[in-house]
């Protein structure tokens, strides 16, 4: 049985820039165009892995994110960028990052939910304001 999509969430053209870089580009049923970073996707990567880890920084609190980082400058480290990325069916993507992470598998549903600009995250990621 066919899932009815929601056309916010069918992209109707996906380039993803791996020799340039520049980032995955989607245009979606409904018109609307998102950009994402390779270093943006790799800080939403949706696997296991990443969500505990992004959890564990919630639960320790905004209030103090600087703590959060080493006291000591690190290391400059180069953006991570994708490698390679393989379509998974007709419903996500895989990308391989620079940094050899390569178990995140990006549904369009997640795509557009972590679209980075104003009006997504207005229409998918409200939270209650705490
Ligand atoms: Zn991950
Ligand atoms: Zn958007």
Known sequence: MPTPLDPRKKPTSIKIHI????????????????????????????????????????????????LLSSPALPMFKPK???????????????????????TGIYSYDYFRIICPCADCAKAFRTVAAG
Do not use: M
């Open 19 to 66: 020799s340039s870089g520049a980032g995955v580009d989607i245009i979606w049923a409904d018109g609307h165009a998102s950009h994402y970073d390779f270093a943006y996707l790799r800080e939403e990567c949706p696997c296991a892995t990443c969500n505990d880890a992004r959890e564990k920084k919630a639960s320790l609190g905004a209030s103090a994110p600087a």
């Open 80 to 102: 991570p960028r994708a490698q390679s990325a393989t379509q998974i069916g007709s419903y996500a993507i895989q990308l391989n990052f620079s940094d050899g992470h390569s």
